[in-house]
């Protein structure tokens, strides 16, 4: 199937390093600690997260730093009939788990120590890279927190189809069959906190669509950083500062 027309658009009309429109609110979920939403196009998820509190089973409790926990779960609606198990199943297990990982590269756990922190991420509307907006929602959702964190850790998948790389797949393209590759960065400290590849790819061509995942990550770290600027310009203003 050709995924790129002669002309050089993709099936959304996008170009191939083209990102989906990106969206985010803070403060979706009001008794959380701190909640977003972010949306990638269709794709479309909420985080919410509790914390820091007590550690609920005190054999997981860590004198010199917090313990961080992550679900991610699929809404029953967010896929139409394609959605086969909301959570609990392997690929929710292993995607709660690359969410933990990559938060806890940036939150400076050492300064919570006994505590816990909960992060929740439910996707209300799924149409590929879920996992990448649910680690954008994560981060905006823990800022609201006030979690203190060392960097601003974002995340943007891109592929290879079409002998092209192709930036931010939708479902349409992630089900090609095509490599599908997810990075997470820190942007301030310039390092790569995530890089997950779902098949094989020559070297080079690892290289280009690596890169090419790299500049999404930055541009969702530019939109993050303008989202959460307004969003304290408004609680100063409310407050009257
Ligand atoms: N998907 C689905 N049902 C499922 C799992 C996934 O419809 O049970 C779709 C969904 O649109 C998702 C896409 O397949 O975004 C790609 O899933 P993948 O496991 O590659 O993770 P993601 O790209 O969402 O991080």
């Keep these: 199937m050709e995924y790129v027309s002669p002309e050089g658009l993709r099936?959304?009309?996008r170009r191939p390093m083209e990102m989906r429109q990106i969206r985010a609110e803070?403060?979706?979920v009001s008794r959380a600690d701190g909640s977003a939403i972010f949306e990638m196009g269709n794709t479309k998820v909420v985080a919410a997260v509790y914390g820091p509190r007590e550690v609920q089973n005190r054999s997981q409790q860590m004198s010199d730093q917090a313990l961080i926990r992550c679900e991610y779960s699929m809404a029953n609606f967010s896929t139409g009939d394609r959605k086969r198990k909301p959570k609990g199943d392997r690929r929710s297990t292993e995607i709660?788990?690359?969410?933990r990982q990559t938060m806890e590269a940036c939150i400076m756990t050492h300064l919570m120590p006994r505590s816990q922190i909960d992060i929740y991420v439910q996707v209300l509307q799924a149409d590929g890279g879920t996992r990448s907006a649910c680690i954008n929602a994560a981060t905006l959702a823990l800022s609201d927190a006030g979690i203190p964190m060392c960097d601003l850790v974002?995340?943007?998948s891109a592929g290879y189809l079409n002998s092209?790389?192709?930036l931010?797949?939708?479902?349409?393209?992630d089900s090609a069959g095509g490599p599908d590759v997810t990075v997470g960065i820190l942007p301030k400290l310039n390092k790569v906190t995530l890089l997950q590849m779902?098949?094989?790819l020559p070297i080079d061509i690892l290289e280009n669509v690596m890169q090419l995942a790299t500049e999404g990550c930055k541009a969702v770290a530019n939109y993050i950083r303008e989202i959460l600027l307004e969003n304290t310009k408004q609680l100063e203003y409310r407050r009257g500062v």
């Design 11 to 13: 099936l959304d009309g």
């Design 26 to 28: 803070i403060g979706a």
């Design 96 to 99: 709660s788990m690359v969410i």
């Design 154 to 156: 974002t995340s943007c």
């Design 164 to 166: 092209t790389p192709l």
């Design 168 to 173: 931010d797949l939708n479902y349409v393209e």
């Design 198 to 200: 779902d098949s094989k």
